[in-house]
T-cell receptor, first 114, second 114 residues
Framework: AQSVTQLGSHVSVSEGALVLLRCNYSSSVPPYLFWYVQYPNQGLQLLLK??????LVKGINGFEAEFKKSETSFHLTKPSAHMSDAAEYFCAVSSGSGNTPLVFGKGTRLSVIA | EPEVTQTPSHQVTQMGQEVILRCVPI?????FYWYRQILGQKVEFLVS????????KSEIFDDQFSVERPDGSNFTLKIRSTKLEDSAMYFCASGRRRDQETQYFGPGTRLLVL
């Protein structure tokens, strides 16, 4: 079975500061990993995904994540937070075979302080 | 850019009533999904659908739930007799290919059962 743990249900950073949102996964097969973002009253939008190619994945809006197999982690980072980054962020894992469902973490709410 | 749409955005119903949640997936997608998120909890997989039949379903997806693709564009989730614990945000998603392609999510329908 697969699972995702997101450490910290709420993270607050100052504008311009580094954003680090943590995600650890458990998977018995090589995982496919995803970060989604949800802005208020909107759906889930894909930020980036890891599908067994490069371990450092770059996504939209300046976000990136690094797959570390030894640490079973896929943490999301952004060098400099912007007010518009305030949202809910979800890490998800799948086995990558066929149309398998995504298994989500509980989400981390990011607040950006001016 | 094509997107998944869902109607209604909000629905309030009485316990025991039937509800139908509607989704229009992206037009060239072949794989369809329903997920739900109870307030404060994880996004959970309900069911996946391909080639006019259910591919996979979770334990949550019991006999009270059904899905249908009644025409070439809509994908519906029916709850036959709603319970209080069905109150949640329901997300529809669609994907294009069999191998692990991105799942594109709709904005969700917030269902409140009284």
């Amino acid at each position: 079975a697969q699972s995702v743990t997101q450490l910290g249900s709420h993270v607050s950073v100052s504008e311009g500061a580094l954003v680090l949102l943590r995600c650890n996964y458990s998977s018995s097969v090589p995982p496919y990993l995803f970060w989604y973002v949800q802005y208020p009253n909107q759906g889930l939008q894909l930020l980036l995904k890891y599908t067994s190619a490069a371990t450092l994945v770059k996504g939209i809006n300046g976000f990136e994540a690094e797959f570390k197999k030894s640490e079973t982690s896929f943490h999301l980072t952004k060098p400099s937070a912007h007010m518009s980054d305030a949202a809910e962020y979800f890490c998800a894992v799948s086995s990558g075979s066929g149309n398998t469902p995504l298994v989500f973490g509980k989400g981390t709410r990011l607040s950006v302080i001016a | 850019e094509p997107e998944v749409t869902q109607t209604p955005s909000h629905q309030v119903t009485q316990m025991g009533q039937e509800v139908i949640l509607r989704c229009v997936p992206i037009s060239n997608h072949l794989y369809f999904y329903w997920y739900r998120q109870i307030l404060g909890q994880k996004v959970e997989f309900l069911v996946s659908f391909y080639n006019n039949e259910i591919s996979e379903k979770s334990e949550i997806f019991d006999d009270q739930f059904s899905v249908e693709r009644p025409d070439g564009s809509n994908f519906t989730l029916k709850i036959r007799s709603t319970k209080l614990e069905d109150s949640a945000m329901y997300f529809c998603a669609s994907g294009r290919r069999r191998d692990q392609e991105t799942q594109y999510f709709g904005p969700g329908t917030r269902l409140l059962v009284l």
